[in-house]
């Protein structure tokens, strides 16, 4: 029996940066009806792969070849062209247009304009055809995120694609939005289409994927299917070394309530209520996990904890003491550590060493500055201790800090916040964009920090992390708590409901 001829074929492909060998002689490709994974950690060559596909980089050496013939794809446009279609993580849609119109952009030619009524038509019978039930009519603004992913499907089947690319699609999506996009995916795959799926949850990929692939500094290191391996070992083929998935934790051995939250409300950035009478514990000695949809107020609750945000109403209490409206230097004197979400805007200054990052806070307090003068032998000591301490691979202390990778600056500002030795952390997104093996190592040290009686409140849109991590699950929708449940007792159709809206 013969092998049919691959949709897409890659051959060899390289692609050098100065200093970096992206893709070294990469082997890929996808057949007709396939679902095909890939798997990689950061700065596995993912990224650039696809980027070679959709025109956005040129290969070095190597050849594209789609149903067997070379395929010269040097822009976007080729790339589309030629059946192939591309889902970023980050939607490109423009939310004030409908639906209608946003399938229609880039559809006119030469300033002749597009029937968008007949580009609904066909909307409604790609909608009813592949499940996806989006009303053409409707302001991209006004739909749920689960909804948005949909227009870009739509978008694609539009195009008539015969290769569909999707960039971590569950990102943002609550676990039954997650079932029903497989459902998607798998029709189109009925329909003869090839789909390639990276994503970094393990789960997923097994549950959907009929092959995986997995990059590691480049190269292909391995091509396996579901029914024959297991997270474990895909872990193990991206890392190199066996992983650790899910962090040993005894359970919580709580104390008093270190940080109280009391009918808090902040304000969004346009000024409209995004904290809206938010009030939770979180005891030393316990994790208590925040879940939610992207944009339902997480970011703005961790800020206002921290001091960068004004609150509008209620109280933060830090072990009984009330510090709404202080500063965040006021915050961290009272006992509070933060890790941020946007590590490179709010937790580090790139242009500075890594020493310096780690007396950030600290620069102008004894023992690292006396009389306005740094005193650089007690800030190296300070940074050689906590590099070690906290296993940041950093050429040196000296080493500029936005050279290294994001699992080693977020591990930096893990150590620069907890040498503090806080009564409170609050870890906004703290494994978001860093590799399985810094993740790994995040997640130990926040379980340790719990074990020496830290109250630590967990702030992530990766619903996995929050369930490995907390004792106690709470979910945020729309800036409010829906409810909060035990973890042990906790059901993911019940948290799934929640961080739609409804299920309270």
Known sequence: MTTPTPLLRLDGITKRFPGVLANDSVDFDVQAGEIHALLGENGAGKSTLMKILY???NQDEGQVFLAGEPADIT????????????????FMLVPTL?????????????????????????????SAQYGLAVDPESNVWQLAVGERQRVEIIKALYRECRLLILDEPTAVLTPQEVEELFVILRRMADDNRGLIFISHKLDEVLALADRITVLRDGRVVGETKPEATSKEELARMMVGRPVQLTPDKKPSQHGRVRLAIEGLQVEGDRGRRAVNNFSIDVRGGEIVGIAGVSGNG??????ALAGLRPVTGGRILLDDTEVTGSTPREVRGAGLAYVPEERMRDGVVGEFTV???????????????????????NVAERAVTLVE????????????????????????????????????????????????????????????????????????EDLDEVLALADQVAVMFEGRLMAIRDRAAVRVEEIGLLMAGSGA
């Open 298 to 303: 997480q970011r703005e609750l961790a800020e």
């Open 389 to 460: 301490r906290f296993n940041v691979k950093t050429p040196t202390i000296d080493t500029i800090t936005r050279s290294l990778s994001g699992g080693n600056i977020q591990k930096l500002i893990l150590a620069r916040e907890l040498s503090a030795e806080p009564t409170v952390l609050v870890a906004s997104q703290p494994t978001r964009g860093v590799d399985i093996g810094a993740a790994e190592y995040i997640h130990r040290r926040l379980v340790e920090e719990r074990d020496r009686g830290t109250a630590i409140l967990v702030i992530s």
């Open 98 to 126: 409908s639906v209608a119109e946003n399938v229609a952009l880039g559809l006119a030619d030469s300033g002749i304009l597009v029937d968008t009524s007949s580009v609904a038509d066909r909307i409604s019978e790609l």
């Open 75 to 90: 822009r976007p446009s080729d790339a589309i062209q030629a059946g192939l279609a591309m889902i970023h993580q980050h």
């Open 355 to 377: 020493a310096e990052n780690l007396i950030l806070v600290d620069h102008n307090a004894e023992p690292y500055c006396r009389r306005g003068v740094l005193h650089m032998r």
């Open 55 to 57: 025109g956005l980089y």
